[in-house]
């Protein structure tokens, strides 16, 4: 664990300011920040201080940071709405005995919701960015990952043998695809290009880790708590056939016992925090411009005050990005994948000093670094599972990040 804080300034000033247009143009390209659905959200950038966590430990290490730093700060709130005042952005890892978590204060946020828009200052005033929209690479060459397509449906075989021989219902596989870009790519075009496609997900960027989730893991507003649990995926098609992909969707077994542990797992961990909890027996689709997925929306009422980093700490993993039960799925996962997934599939948002805040898991994602670029995807797999249908299921997952990165 490596803790690296400095003090921020006492004054914390948020002021409401006029619309800015898309909040993704404001950003500078170093140290980008960001947290943004159908064009409301929060960016961020600048860093005033920063907390690099791991061990089992880590969401009650960055909680008491955070509050440590909340303590220390002197408020001017003009706005009132949650994600005004103070702000820390976070990307967890996937799992914490491997690899680190990481939370940032940023020096400057843009926000807007619900038709205002507000800037929060960390110690003085500063002017917006003017708006940016830059190109993206000129060239872009593909190498795989850890596995190549044949050794990771090797993988989701071997998973399958284990499932049927009764070891565990569902584990998780993911799979990285490498990419170098000329030049290094501007993270702030990846994460237009992602918007602009997704506008039903939410796009983040924490660290070098972006991308378009479509998976809320938790969002808190006062007492209200809210998740969407997406697991059972299908290629969308054109027309006819999109609408008999979706209705193959809806009917499939294996989908479907894929859904169930997923909401099972959600459900589960936040009842004993709420004193009213809705999850859906039968799932919608929903419906993104590659892909459509099984989802329910899972939503409650805290019966105490219980911050979202709390719930975001009882919540992860679930069987939506790990497995069932999630102990054996989380061991089997590296031996499987030989690599370590770091941030990817790990909770990714934002917490407000009230305790409120949105958290997705990060998903339809890449970790940026310069020229090099490590993309993400990863299929639920059940007894039922194939193997070239799971890569199949990946290659369209991994459409969203490589049509970003190629302008598409």
Same mark, same amino acid.
């Given at each position: ?124 005033? $500063?002017? +917006?960015? &003017? !708006?940016?929209? /830059? ?7 593909? @190498?795989?990952? #850890? ?127 709420? $004193?009213? +909890?809705? &999850? !859906?027996?039968? /799932? ?7 892909? @459509?997925?099984? #989802? ?113």
């Amino acid at each position: 664990m490596s803790l690296a804080v400095s003090s921020p300034p006492t004054a914390v000033r948020s002021v409401p300011v006029a619309d800015p247009g898309e909040l993704l143009t404001r950003l500078p390209r170093e140290r980008a920040l960001a947290w943004v659905r159908g064009g409301d959200g929060l960016v961020g950038w600048g860093e005033l201080a920063r907390v690099e966590v791991g061990g089992a430990d880590a969401f009650s290490v960055a909680a008491s940071w955070w509050d440590e730093q909340c303590s220390s700060m002197v408020v001017d709130d003009a706005v009132g709405l949650a994600g005004s005042g103070p702000v820390c952005f976070g990307s967890a890892a996937f799992d914490r005995r491997t690899a680190g978590s990481v939370f940032v204060i940023p020096r400057v946020v843009l926000g807007r919701r619900g038709g205002r828009s507000w800037l929060t200052t960390f110690g003085s005033d $500063r002017d +917006l960015p &003017a !708006p940016a929209r /830059p190109a993206g690479p000129d060239a872009v060459a593909y @190498a795989d990952g #850890a596995l190549s397509q044949a050794e990771w449906c090797a993988a989701v075989a071997a998973a399958v043998e284990r499932i049927r021989a009764g070891e565990l219902d569902k584990v998780v596989l993911a799979r990285d695809l490498l990419a170098r870009t000329e030049p290094a790519v501007d993270p702030r075009f990846l994460l237009q290009r992602l918007a602009g496609r997704y506008p039903e997900c939410w796009t983040f960027a924490v660290d070098g880790l972006l991308g378009s989730t479509p998976e809320l893991l938790v969002s808190r507003r006062g007492r209200q708590v809210t998740s969407r649990v997406l697991a059972g995926t299908v290629r969308r098609g054109r027309d006819a056939e999109d609408e008999r992909l979706v209705a193959e969707l809806l009917a499939s077994h294996k989908d479907q016992e894929e859904h169930r542990y997923a909401v099972r797992s959600v459900a589960d961990a936040l009842t004993p925090y709420c $004193r009213e +909890l809705d &999850a !859906p027996d039968t /799932p919608e689709v929903l419906r993104l411009a590659t892909v @459509a997925h099984l #989802a329910t929306v899972v939503s409650g009422r805290l019966g105490t005050d219980t911050a979202v980093l709390s719930l975001v700490e009882a919540l992860h993993p679930t069987a939506a990005v790990c497995g069932t039960p999630t102990g054996i799925a989380l061991d089997l996962i590296p031996d499987l994948e030989r690599m370590d997934r770091g941030r990817y599939a790990g909770p990714v948002g934002w917490m407000d000093s009230a305790g409120d805040g949105d958290w997705g898991i990060a998903l339809r994602c890449a970790a940026v670094d310069g020229e090099r670029v490590r993309l993400f995807a990863g299929c639920g797999i059940v007894a039922g599972s194939d193997p070239e249908d799971e890569l199949a299921e990946s290659h369209a997952k991994l459409v969203t990040i490589r049509d970003a990165l190629e302008g598409l």
